[in-house]
């Protein structure tokens, strides 16, 4: 499915994404930093709109393979 998302709004999305990491702090103590090559930021304005992007396919690509798909929130 296409949202007709290009260009420099593409770009925008890519640059949101990109170059993240997180770190966790327990027991007084921080972790490493690790990068972050999948997901979205948690309370993010454009987490529910790339959500519906991941999501928008995937039960053509079940139906696809003659299965079927069943989704909750």
């Known amino acids: 499915m296409s949202y007709g998302v290009s260009d ?9 994404l990109d170059g993240r ?10 972790s490493n930093k690790e990068k972050l090559l ?3 930021p948690q309370g993010s304005v454009l987490g529910p709109f790339l ?3 991941y999501t928008a ?3 053509d690509i079940i139906e696809r393979y003659d299965m079927k798909g069943f989704a909750y929130a």
């Not at 990491?21 to 921080?30: G, K, L, P, T, V």
């Open 57 to 59: 396919d995937v039960f």
């Open 21 to 30: 990491s997180q770190q966790i702090f327990f027991r007084n103590e921080y």
């Open 8 to 16: 420099t709004a593409l770009k925008f999305i890519g640059s949101y």
């Open 38 to 40: 999948t997901g979205v």
């Open 51 to 53: 959500f519906l992007v």
